[in-house]
């Protein structure tokens, strides 16, 4: 079962910047915090991953609070390409026992974004 | 660059019938490879995953299986489809280490 609890939808207006909350209180110290987008019929994309520091790529920026039990996914200016259906989800990274851990999606957060 | 690719894109198949859903995975040695399936309207179940060729671990007990004959090569099967088994079946890699996950484009059965 999914370990983090996110908004059912949101809305955002085209040109501002989407935040995208994400809670992961019972997160363990080498769980890291992923995103992922899905747009309607097409499988999910990978959006950006963290431990603990705020990382940023093309694409968006993720906000880890300092005791890592929520954290935040912005997308800078929203543009309605990025309507989709928004996953946080929190998994270890290379965990050595079958090399990987598997990564389990819960509901995500239904994001519309307005023109 | 790696890819991923899996077919047929949609398939309506009768109850009862069989079915074979394939994905190949490219430039890439020893990935992990997944099976996911999607409800409408609901987030997305793993159903089997594999570390190597020939080896498979469910996740749910169902009317589905999986073989890995090859290192990039994953094959979802049934010998009986029921109407359950409609949905949206995805198809992923990740590397050996590292558990970033990547997508197909996914297959839409509809059981009929």
């Known amino acids: 079962d999914a370990k983090t609890t996110q908004p059912t939808s949101m809305d955002c207006a085209e040109g501002r910047a989407a935040n995208l909350p994400c809670n992961h209180s019972t997160i363990s110290g080498n769980e890291y915090v992923y995103w992922y987008r899905q747009i309607h019929s097409q499988g999910p994309q990978y959006i950006i991953h963290g431990l603990k520091n705020n990382e940023t790529n093309e694409m968006a920026s993720l906000i880890i609070t300092e005791d890592r039990k929520s954290s935040t996914l912005i997308l800078p200016h929203a543009t309605l390409r990025d309507t989709a259906v928004y996953y946080c989800?929190?998994?270890?990274?290379?965990?050595?026992?079958?090399?990987?851990?598997?990564?389990?999606f819960g509901t995500g957060t239904r994001l519309t974004i307005i023109p | 660059s790696q890819t991923i690719h899996q077919w047929p894109a949609t398939l309506v198949q009768p109850v009862g019938s069989p079915l074979s859903l394939e994905c190949t995975v490219e430039?890439?040695?020893?990935?992990?490879l997944y099976w996911y399936r999607q409800a409408a309207g609901r987030g997305l179940q793993l159903l089997f995953y594999?570390?190597?060729?020939?080896?498979i671990s469910s996740e749910v007990p169902q009317n589905l299986s999986a073989s890995r004959p090859q290192d990039r090569q994953f094959i979802l099967s049934s010998k009986k489809l029921l109407l359950s088994d409609s949905g949206f079946y995805l198809c992923?890699?990740?590397?050996?280490?590292?558990?970033?996950?990547?997508f197909g484009e996914g297959s839409w059965l509809t059981v009929v």
């Open positions: 989800i929190v998994s270890p990274e290379g965990v050595p026992n079958f090399g990987n851990e598997k990564l389990t």
């Open positions: 992923a890699w990740s590397p050996r280490k590292g558990n970033t996950i990547y």
């Open positions: 430039g890439t040695s020893n990935p992990n």
């Open positions: 594999s570390v190597g060729i020939g080896q």
